[in-house]
Nanobody, 124 residues
Framework: QVKLVESGGGLVRPGESLRLSCTAS????????IGWFRQAPGKEREGVSC????????LYANSVKGRFTISKDSAKRTVDLEIDSLKPEDTAVYYC?????????????????WGQGTQVTVSS
């Protein structure tokens, strides 16, 4: 079955960088979108970025533009999220999700499968 596994989370200091990775498995389709979302305590889940495996198009939330970079390795079926200049407000559980309909959007309703999440804590 479809499986998404996130890795790379942890405790980091403000200003540092972190690279999250999402590994997808259990499906053969080559045309899909993978998105990254985050949910902070007491807040709604927020879409931060997504990437099309078909053509590499990317989309970023305005709140993270310039600090977040999404990339993919189609052969390995991994999608990474590089986060620079981390801030305490970036603290959240970060999830990756798979959209088999290839919609390049950041609405969680569009995504079919979800990983379990990885915790990112930014604190001095």
């Amino acid at each position: 079955q479809v499986k998404l596994v996130e890795s790379g989370g942890g405790l980091v200091r403000p200003g540092e960088s972190l690279r999250l990775s999402c590994t997808a498995s259990g499906f053969t389709r080559d045309r899909y979108v993978i998105g990254w979302f985050r949910q902070a305590p007491g807040k709604e889940r927020e879409g931060v970025s997504c990437i099309s495996n078909t053509d590499g198009r990317t989309l970023y939330a305005n709140s993270v533009k310039g600090r977040f970079t999404i990339s993919k390795d189609s052969a390995k079926r991994t999608v990474d999220l590089e986060i620079d200049s981390l801030k305490p407000e970036d603290t959240a559980v970060y999830y990756c999700a798979l959209d088999l309909d290839q919609a390049l959007v950041l609405g969680s309703y569009e995504y079919d499968y979800w990983g379990q999440g990885t915790q990112v804590t930014v604190s001095s």
